[in-house]
Nanobody, 123 residues
Framework: QVTVVESGGGSVQSGGSLRLSCVVSGYDFSHVCAAWFRQAPGKSREGVAV???????IYARFVKGRFTISQDKAKNTLFLQMDNLSPEDTAMYYC?????????????????WGQGTQVNVTA
């Protein structure tokens, strides 16, 4: 059974930073695809970042160089460093996991999800 647990959310002022973590258990982390998504109230879930087939990160356009995805395979953990946050980044952030190693950054491509971690950015 694959389990996904996100953490690291919180409330920050505009321009602040947060580092999100996603711990995956129940499957070899080296053989899964894990990605970050977010969902704001009243909006659909959207992709934020994922590692591509070549190992390079892929970011949504709205990231604009402010976020950095990374991973520690020894700790089965995916990270998202978010800098220069703005109120538009306020959302529930989710980690999506799939057992196929490379997936497109769309929610329907991922089978397993955590409960999310809330990020609130005030002006």
């Amino acid at each position: 059974q694959v389990t996904v647990v996100e953490s690291g959310g919180g409330s920050v002022q505009s321009g602040g930073s947060l580092r999100l973590s996603c711990v995956v258990s129940g499957y070899d982390f080296s053989h899964v695809c894990a990605a970050w998504f977010r969902q704001a109230p009243g909006k659909s879930r959207e992709g934020v970042a994922v590692f591509g087939r070549d190992g390079n990160p892929i970011y949504a356009r709205f990231v604009k160089g402010r976020f950095t995805i990374s991973q520690d395979k020894a700790k089965n953990t995916l990270f998202l460093q978010m800098d220069n946050l703005s109120p538009e980044d306020t959302a529930m952030y989710y980690c999506g996991v799939d057992l196929f190693p490379y997936k497109a950054l769309i929610p329907e491509a991922f089978a397993y999800w955590g409960q999310g971690t809330q990020v609130n950015v005030t002006a």
